[in-house]
């Protein structure tokens, strides 16, 4: 697919079909986490794959976004790996990288007809817990994905309300 046909054409979707994704498109999906860019590629991205019908009903049971998903993936990054700027600012970059991450599976997933959606509204805290993960390794987003349903559509009210181009960017 033409990369402006991904970026303009993709939208959240939030109504999956029954049908899971195959292992060949989940591995695309995640070799796209490998080729991301991370500072000073310390790549300190870390990938958990739910997908297991127990990994699923733990997932529903601790965030409301799941939408009849049957793949998610806890998008994740580890404190011991990521980059901390030496410049005095307490710049630490995991949670830029895992997004940046999590973005370029995102697309990679609408150009295989996969759908997805970017999901932050749980308790971040309690996910970490639920699933075990060591002390340094942080969540940063849930991302779910799946072939949409056939009555998926974008949310109006969510996805087709654009600000202006004057308004995002200032030449200075
Ligand atoms: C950081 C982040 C967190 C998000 N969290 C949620 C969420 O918890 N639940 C949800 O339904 N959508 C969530 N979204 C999806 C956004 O609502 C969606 O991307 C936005 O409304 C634009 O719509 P579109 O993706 O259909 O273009 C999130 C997106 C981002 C980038």
């Known amino acids: 697919m033409e990369y402006t046909d991904i970026i303009k ?3 959240s979707v939030r ?14 999906i995640l070799e796209a986490a490998k080729y991301a860019p991370t500072a000073k590629n310390k790549q ?13 009903e733990k997932i529903n049971s601790l965030c409301k976004c799941i939408f009849g998903a049957k793949t998610v993936l806890m998008v994740c990054y580890d404190k011991n790996e990521e980059w901390t700027s030496p410049l005095g600012d307490n710049f630490q970059s995991g949670l830029v990288d895992s997004t940046i991450v999590c973005d370029q599976m995102m697309l990679a997933a609408w150009n295989i007809g996969i ?11 309690e996910v970490e817990k639920a699933f ?9 987003s849930l991302l779910l994905l799946g072939y949409p349903s056939e009555d998926s559509k974008p949310m109006e009210s969510k996805h087709s309300v654009y600000r202006p181009m004057e308004e995002i960017i200032t030449e200075l």
């Open 115 to 125: 759908g997805s959606c970017w999901v932050g509204y749980f308790n971040h805290n």
């Open 132 to 140: 075990n993960l060591p002390e340094n390794i942080k969540i940063n």
């Open 9 to 11: 054409n993709r939208y």
């Open 15 to 28: 109504s999956y079909s029954d049908k899971k994704i195959t292992e060949e498109e989940l591995h695309y």
């Open 44 to 56: 300190p991205h870390k990938i958990y794959v739910l997908k297991s019908d127990e990994a699923i």
